[in-house]
């Protein structure tokens, strides 16, 4: 007799990151192509459970998804990835999941190596400069091509300000990034409030 839960798909994870969107199908066989959100796809990589949800403009008449893709093949394929599923037989599965939302669990991530860090851990931290004035915290980073840059949300933007009234660009560099604190929620940057 199997253990209770046997062959049930799992919960979806409370630490789940979206990683990238089902844009179309790849060859016959039923792979797909995946757009990963990171020019890195090592997360992809980390796990072969990837979760789905459809697309946010899917509207009333959003196709059935499965909850849950078992990954048994996966490679880097031109700027995306491609991947082949038990849940996915044929190419015309493969097409009805154009659209869909990947998410993996953030525990099923690789270690990021020293002085790395994942985007999505950095969103959030406070941003305070070497004299313990706090510049703001982290929105969002932009990837440059040479390098990221922080996007700090000014501690007393109003609401409504424009983006040059309540946002500081602090390039995520050695230069001016003495430390980040994943624990403390803290990034020290060699930053003056008048930049």
């Known amino acids: ?17 979206e990683v990238g969107r089902i844009v179309g199908a790849f060859g016959i066989k039923g792979w797909i192509r995946v757009q990963p959100f990171s ?9 072969r ?10 509207g009333p008449r959003r196709p059935t998804l499965p909850p849950l ?9 031109g700027d995306g990835v491609v991947a082949a599923a038990q849940e996915v037989p044929d190419r015309t599965a493969a097409e009805a999941l154009k659209g869909a939302r990947i998410f993996i669990a953030r525990s099923s991530f690789p270690t990021a190596g020293t002085d790395e860090y994942y985007w999505i851990d950095l969103i959030g ?11 703001g915290s982290v929105t969002d980073l932009l990837d440059t091509g040479v390098h990221s840059v922080l996007r700090v949300r000014r501690p007393d933007a ?38």
């Open 1 to 17: 007799m199997p253990a209770p839960g046997a062959g049930e798909d799992p919960a979806f994870p409370d630490d789940a990151i």
């Open 39 to 47: 020019s890195d796809p090592k997360a992809l990589f980390s796990s």
């Open 125 to 135: 931290l406070t941003v305070v400069n070497r004299d313990g004035v706090v510049l």
């Open 69 to 77: 893709l078992r990954i048994t093949h996966s490679k880097e394929q």
């Open 49 to 58: 459970r990837w979760f789905l949800r459809p697309s946010e403009t899917a």
């Open 158 to 195: 109003a609401p409504g300000a424009s983006l040059d009234e309540s946002e500081r660009l602090i390039p995520f560099v050695a230069a001016y990034v003495d430390d980040v604190n994943l624990a403390e929620r803290r990034i020290t940057v060699d930053w003056g409030l008048d930049y």
